[in-house]
């Protein structure tokens, strides 16, 4: 698969793939006899292990050192399944600084209905206030 293919597949531009390559967010891509990046079955898997774990937020620093730790081998499996699990932290951490602004965005958004069925707005409702943010 040319570089072309899998940008569009993936939505993701040239310059990204090969960034990802050169800092080792993925292997080095095999190439053709010309020296043209040719990806195979498992250069693709990588590139949707990177994509996937960029998504999720894992630094690139982490997901380098993945990869490094993987092309070391088996002996690494302690290793990579320990920054798997950093990786995991850090996106759980993520994830809770998000669901407590949800919090307190529904609880905004609780007064501005109470105040437009009421005509008053009114932020001292310590039980509404509760409900929304520790909901």
Same mark, same amino acid.
């Given at each position: 698969?040319?570089? &072309?293919?899998? !940008?569009? &597949? =993936?939505?993701?531009?040239?310059?990204?793939?090969?960034?990802?390559?050169?800092?080792?967010?993925?292997?080095?891509?095999?190439?053709?006899?010309?020296?043209?990046?040719?990806?195979?079955? @498992?250069?693709?898997?990588?590139? +949707? *292990?990177?994509?996937?774990?960029?998504?999720?937020?894992?630094?690139?620093?982490? $997901?380098?050192?993945?990869?490094?730790?993987?092309?070391?081998?088996?002996? %690494?499996? @302690?290793?990579? !399944? *320990?920054?798997?699990?950093?990786?995991?932290?850090?996106? +759980?951490?993520?994830?809770?600084? =998000?669901?407590? +602004?949800?919090?307190?965005? *529904?609880? &905004?958004?609780?007064?501005? @209905?109470?105040? $437009?069925? %009421?005509?008053?707005?009114?932020?001292?409702?310590?039980?509404?206030? &509760?409900? !929304?943010?520790?909901?």
């Amino acid at each position: 698969m040319t570089i &072309k293919e899998v !940008c569009e &597949k =993936y939505d993701i531009t040239p310059d990204t793939l090969r960034y990802y390559e050169r800092v080792g967010v993925i292997p080095e891509v095999t190439r053709t006899s010309g020296g043209i990046r040719n990806y195979t079955e @498992e250069d693709i898997k990588w590139v +949707e *292990n990177a994509i996937c774990m960029r998504s999720a937020g894992v630094p690139v620093e982490m $997901i380098i050192e993945y990869v490094r730790l993987f092309q070391m081998g088996d002996d %690494t499996l @302690e290793d990579r !399944c *320990n920054l798997l699990k950093g990786a995991k932290a850090e996106v +759980e951490a993520v994830k809770k600084k =998000y669901d407590d +602004e949800l919090k307190r965005l *529904n609880y &905004k958004i609780a007064k501005y @209905e109470e105040a $437009i069925q %009421t005509g008053v707005l009114n932020w001292d409702d310590e039980e509404m206030k &509760k409900e !929304c943010l520790n909901g």
